[in-house]
């Protein structure tokens, strides 16, 4: 499947150069993941493409004999939504980019940002999508991460004081029409969020959303990201008090 999408990037005129166009991070050349697309996809809205974030916390605590280990998933889960509605997006054959972008990762293309929880259509594909990175790390991922996290040990636990040491990931999941989730990447370090996602915004419409310059946010998704560092920092500051969104 992976090497018919390649055939077909190959062929569409200026697809290409258009992505090596797009400036890296620090100014390294950007890098690209070629994925099969999910066919027949979910739509969201109107009719729009959309895929799921989900935030897991491994917490590594080292102990004097061995090291207790956590693995931690937010309740909330982030619905990334393309600007643009998929249904009548090509013609002739011509494909309208914006339509098939969730992640606002391209130029030009914003996306809106939402929660599962704040769209009734979307409750059970975010509690499927829950399932299914719990299932992808309880058996394949926890001991790859808890291996990182280890190998980027220092500081040892000294005396009755624990060393808390942990990793954060953000898994993209997408979701076809009969409400299948597919695991698309796990983000080890996950990007922090435009600034204008984070602040509040007035005059809000359905679910909250309004246009700003770069995206499209809402006021909830803001506070849902501020809530979100707050809990991640209490966690690994303080792992006895837990904040109420992880389970």
Do not use: W
């Not at 590594?60 to 090291?67: I, L, Q, R, Y």
């Not at 509690?127 to 926890?142: I, P, Q, S, Y």
């Not at 076809?176 to 698309?184: E, I, V, W």
């Amino acid at each position: 499947i992976a090497a018919e999408h390649l055939r077909q990037a190959r062929g569409e005129p200026g697809f290409l150069e258009a992505l090596a166009d797009v400036p890296g991070r620090d100014g390294a050349p950007p890098r690209f993941v070629l994925q099969a697309e999910i066919r027949p996809y979910a739509t969201v809205l109107a009719g729009q493409k959309f895929s799921l974030r989900v935030y897991v916390l491994v917490l590594v605590t080292a102990g004097e004999h061995a090291d207790t280990v956590e693995l931690l998933l937010y309740d909330r889960v982030e619905a990334r939504v393309a600007a643009t509605p998929a249904i009548g997006a090509e013609v002739l054959g011509e494909r309208n980019r914006s339509a098939h972008i969730t992640n606002g990762g391209a130029v030009g293309c914003s996306t809106v940002r939402l929660l599962t929880s704040d769209v009734p259509e979307l409750s059970e594909a975010g509690r499927n999508a829950v399932a299914l990175v719990a299932e992808v790390f309880g058996t394949d991922l926890l001991g790859k991460v808890i291996d990182n996290v280890r190998g980027h040990r220092s500081v040892k636990s000294e005396g009755s004081v624990s060393k808390v040491e942990f990793a954060l990931a953000g898994v993209d999941v997408m979701v076809d029409a009969s409400g299948g989730a597919y695991l698309l990447e796990v983000n080890a370090n996950p990007a922090a969020p435009p600034e204008e996602v984070l602040i509040p915004v007035q005059g809000e419409s359905e679910y909250g959303v309004v246009e700003t310059e770069k995206r499209i946010s809402n006021g909830r998704f803001a506070e849902h990201l501020v809530g979100f560092m707050r809990d991640l920092m209490l966690l690994v500051l303080e792992p006895v008090t837990r904040g109420d969104r992880y389970k």
